[in-house]
């Protein structure tokens, strides 16, 4: 009897639930668990992954097809058990789970459209080495280039300075060695505030901190910890040297970012302690580059994987030491089928790996602070105090800055220095309005407010990307008279570029309208900001993450309360992750004169006033306390569930036949509830709160199942969400 291989072919139809049996032919004998294969499936050619082997099978041996090749790389085996888990875990299938984990640039057809690129390299021979101990006859040319191979070691030919006629006349006396290898494509290297191979003494906190850590690495027992230090504690240097003590052993390194354009620096660090050594998984790179990276880590050259949610998946053997730094950050959380959530997976690749767990921030989450054992960093390693917060009142301004935020602004100009702003919103204002009806500019496709980008010319929404023009005249009525409401990072930005810009102070901006000036146009910005001697930087919630200028002694939040408006039980974590990170840019340099100002329309929120008072603890008990009488995460699972159609009826018909579907002891459904329209489509959804996390996906994948094969689940669109954010 020929060995089997039992095979999920690759394919996002929920419907199509594998794994199908195939008759492995001699050639094929070896395909193993991970292995690609091309395999004949109902009248077409699909790539599948072999999930397991078998010895025998229910389908008559008759009608056992064949597959018909291998497809290089393989997918380590323990990445198809990840894909197993995530396709569960996330109530999605086991096929979309393992088109997560496949090599980049397979998957998207039946061949891999990413080859191996090999160069010529020369490479010295020892009879190379000994002519140029003995003195053999050899020309002044000849002996310079084995002088430099012997130096330099291989070389790619063409930049070996010889040409090729003389390299293979070398060659064919046995003096080196000339053939075509493999080459990897490198990423670049971004060096912004890159810092030296060495590392420095640690200071005491640091040195307690790494202690437990090393003591569980050298334990070899899963175990989690959360490191949470302020800004600006040195937590990046605990990461390097746990790293360094896991390398030593033997074992790898997976290290997750929330957004590589806004970690250069702890990207950086990485490289310039570790070298090869580290590999950067991200989607800006070309695919050649990716796959290379790729290669290099399944077959060991590269021990340390740096990247972010999606470098979760990255083909690391012996896995010893998993970072998730700024673990506070949504970015985690992936936004398609699978939506999987990197933090959760990476935990659970760890606990299967038995390696240590370390996630970090200074301001970690409720769950994390729940679930992990904390260790501190209190101090900066600058030895400077956090700057000292103040909150500013905005029931009654009249203007987008108070009057407060424009003086201390007008004192950074003045001494040379520079200021960070986070306006929690891009484009010009937040909506236009008509003074005589009141009519709103919405978006034709979405139920909400069109926001107003005064460059382009156009009123965009931030949902579907629809734009039309900046009206003239109301639509309704004809009125001229049209009200612009709120400010964003183009306003802001416009404003101080009138009242403070100049050549010696310029003001930057730094959002998702700048980063479609595209690749690398976020690190051009960062790069700009930290070359200058003074200026501003305003920008969305991205100029608040990890970054590390020096010279910053003003830090600005425009509209504190924004997120606290969103209905939803993160709404405080949010705010105060947000002033608290912002506070920790501002005085780390310079003679550390810091200051922050919060402008907020709701000054007593606690979040807003236990981030002023730096008070994290008090923040996070009370936080856990308010979660535990609601029952929300950790103490509870949350699963969303969201159907969408044409008509507004079918969306909510199928959302309350899953809440009729659903048992779970304990759990709690909310809705269905109507939601904004998007993208044309009427939507539903259904919150289901379940105190038995594995029970409650059960049960709302089964629910979702069924509901989508029955009549009003054929005219609706369902989606499970566990965990959303
Ligand atoms: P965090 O990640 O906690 O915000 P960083 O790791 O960025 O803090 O450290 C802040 C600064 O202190 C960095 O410039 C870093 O190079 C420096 N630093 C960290 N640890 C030490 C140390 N033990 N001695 C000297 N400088 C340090
Ligand atoms: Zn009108
Ligand atoms: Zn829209």
Redesign the pocket.
């Given at each position: 009897m020929p060995p089997i291989a039992r095979v999920e072919p690759l394919t996002t139809t929920r419907a199509l639930r594998g794994p199908f049996d195939y008759r492995l032919t001699e050639a094929l004998a070896d395909a193993d668990v991970g292995t690609l294969l091309r395999v004949p499936f109902a009248g077409r050619e699909l790539l599948g992954v072999v999930v397991e082997r078998a010895t025998s099978s229910d389908v008559p041996d008759a009608r056992l097809a064949e597959p018909h090749a291998r497809v290089e790389p393989a997918i380590p085996a323990e990445l198809v058990a990840l894909a197993r888990w995530i396709g569960e875990e996330y109530c999605s299938t086991f096929s979309r789970a393992l088109q997560l984990v496949l090599p980049p640039g397979a998957g998207r057809g039946v061949a891999p459209r990413v080859r191996v690129r090999e160069v010529l390299v020369a490479e010295i021979s020892e009879g190379g080495r000994a002519a140029l101990a003995d003195g053999a006859r050899l020309t002044a040319g000849q002996r310079a280039v084995l002088a430099r191979l012997a130096d330099e070691g291989p070389l790619a030919a063409a930049a070996s300075g010889a040409d090729h006629g003389s390299l293979r006349r070398l060659s064919s006396r046995g003096l080196l060695v000339l053939e075509p290898r493999a080459q990897r494509r490198r990423p670049a290297v971004h060096a912004v505030g890159a810092?030296s191979a060495h590392a420095?003494?640690?200071?005491a906190e640091?040195q307690a901190a790494l202690e437990p850590i090393l003591a569980a690495l050298a334990g070899g027992e899963a175990s989690r910890f959360l490191l949470h230090?302020v800004?600006?504690?040195?937590?990046?240097?605990v990461y390097l040297q746990a790293a360094e003590a896991a390398l030593n052993a033997g074992r790898s390194v997976l290290v997750l970012v929330p957004e590589i354009a806004l970690a250069p620096q702890t990207v950086a660090r990485f490289q310039a302690r570790f070298g090869d050594t580290v590999a950067v998984l991200h989607s800006q790179l070309g695919q050649g580059e990716r796959y290379d990276e790729w290669l290099r880590l399944a077959g060991g050259e590269a021990r340390i994987a740096v990247g972010p949610r999606s470098a979760v998946f990255a083909p690391l053997a012996d896995l010893g030491l998993v970072i998730v730094d700024e673990e506070h950050e949504p970015a985690y959380k992936h936004e398609g089928d699978p939506r999987y959530d990197a933090r959760r997976v990476a935990a659970y690749r760890a606990q299967q790996a038995r390696a240590v767990l370390l996630n970090g921030s200074?301001t970690p989450r409720p769950e994390s602070v729940h679930a992990l054992s904390r260790i501190r960093?209190t101090r900066r390693?600058?030895g400077r105090p956090l700057p000292p917060v103040e909150v500013l009142d905005m029931r009654d301004a009249r203007h987008p800055l108070h009057p407060t935020t424009r003086e201390a602004l007008g004192d950074v100009q003045r001494a040379g220095r520079k200021a960070i702003l986070l306006v929690n919103r891009r484009g010009w204002s937040n909506f236009l309005s008509c003074r005589h009806c009141g009519h709103v500019w919405s978006c034709p496709q979405c139920d909400v407010a069109l926001v107003l980008h005064q460059r382009d010319g156009a009123l965009a929404c931030h949902h579907c990307g629809h734009r039309e023009r900046i009206p003239q005249s109301c639509t309704e009525c004809h009125s001229s008279s049209v009200a612009r409401h709120g400010a964003g990072t183009e306003r802001i930005e416009t404003e101080l570029l009138e009242a403070l810009g100049d050549p010696d102070f310029p003001i930057l901006r730094l959002d998702a309208d700048t980063a479609r000036g595209g690749k690398g146009a976020i690190a051009r910005v960062l790069e700009r900001f930290d070359r200058a001697r003074a200026g501003v930087l305003v920008g969305t919630q991205m100029v608040a993450k990890g970054h590390?200028f020096p010279d910053v002694t003003l830090g600005v939040v425009l509209d504190a309360d924004q997120t606290l408006r969103f209905p939803d039980f993160r709404a405080e974590e949010r705010t105060f992750a947000l002033v608290a990170q912002l506070a920790g840019r501002a005085g780390r340099g310079g003679d550390g004169h810091g200051r922050v100002l919060v402008q907020t329309l709701t000054p007593d929120a606690p979040s807003i006033a236990a981030a002023a008072r730096h008070d994290a603890d008090g923040f996070l008990a009370g936080e856990l306390e308010r979660r535990r009488a609601l029952a929300y995460p950790p103490f509870a699972s949350l699963i969303r569930v969201t159907c969408s159609a044409d008509d507004a009826g079918d969306a909510s018909a199928a959302a309350q036949a899953v809440r009729e579907r659903i048992s779970v002891p304990g759990a709690m459904a909310l809705g269905p509830a109507p939601l904004f329209r998007l993208r044309g489509r009427e939507r539903s959804q259904l919150v289901v709160k379940a105190p038995q996390r594995r029970a409650a996906i059960a049960s709302v994948a089964a629910a979702v199942d069924a509901v989508a094969r029955s009549a009003v689940g054929r005219r609706v669109q369902l989606s499970a969400d566990v965990d959303p954010q």
């Open positions: 810092r420095p003494a640690l200071t640091q230090g800004t600006g504690s040195g937590k990046t240097e200074a960093l390693v600058d590390d």
